[in-house]
């Protein structure tokens, strides 16, 4: 985290907003806390495509879970 006046800013969160950091659910499950948040600014960012996401195409499953378990 770094400070920006007196409030606290997440510095993980900034570059996820702003497109230059992408999540990984391995390191998503070994958060406490923000990980939802993390998520949602991925997901804007993709949507706006910012970043790394400026030329992403969502997958044909779009609708379904990025990450779901096998159903064997």
Do not use: C
Not at 35 to 56: P, S
């Amino acid at each position: 985290m770094y400070s920006d006046g007196e409030q606290p800013v997440s510095l993980g969160e900034t570059l996820v907003k702003a497109g230059y950091a992408k999540l990984v659910n391995w390191g998503l499950e070994m958060m406490s806390v923000n990980a939802f948040t993390l998520r949602e600014a991925e997901r804007n960012a993709k949507q706006q495509r910012v970043g790394i996401w400026r030329n992403y195409v969502a997958p044909a499953t779009a609708g379904q879970p990025e990450y779901s378990s096998p159903s064997w």
